[in-house]
Nanobody
Framework: QVQLVESGGGLVQAGGSLRLSCAAS????????MGWFRQAPGKEREFVSF???????DYVGSVKGRFTISRDNAQNTMYLQMNSLKPEDTAVYYC?????????????????WGQGTQVTVSS
């Protein structure tokens, strides 16, 4: 069982930055692949980024070059550094953990989810 708690969301102007954190319980954090998803009002949950247990990472095209995912296995924490934020980045951001092979863009690949943190970008 893994419990995930996101933090770091808030209100920021367009062009600004935020860093989201996802703190995980348990001693096996390093064996999990981790992901970030987001959901805007009236829209489906969308893949943002993932980082596998071996460090491989990728992003949805709309955030490439602006967002950076990282993890600190010693601190059981994953991060999402978000720069050059745009109003269309406004959403509730969720972190997720799972053990799977292959790519990590499907929400169904993940077994555990956090409660979400709101990110609002004003124009």
């Amino acid at each position: 069982q893994v419990q995930l708690v996101e933090s770091g969301g808030g209100l920021v102007q367009a062009g600004g930055s935020l860093r989201l954190s996802c703190a995980a319980s348990g001693r096996t954090f390093g064996s999990y692949s981790m992901g970030w998803f987001r959901q805007a009002p009236g829209k489906e949950r969308e893949f943002v980024s993932f980082i596998k247990w071996d460090g491989f990472r990728d992003y949805v095209g709309s955030v490439k070059g602006r967002f950076t995912i990282s993890r600190d296995n010693a601190q059981n924490t994953m991060y999402l550094q978000m720069n050059s934020l745009k109003p269309e980045d406004t959403a509730v951001y969720y972190c997720a953990a799972g053990r799977f092979n292959g790519y990590g863009s499907r929400w169904s690949a993940y077994d555990y989810w956090g409660q979400g943190t709101q990110v609002t970008v004003s124009s």
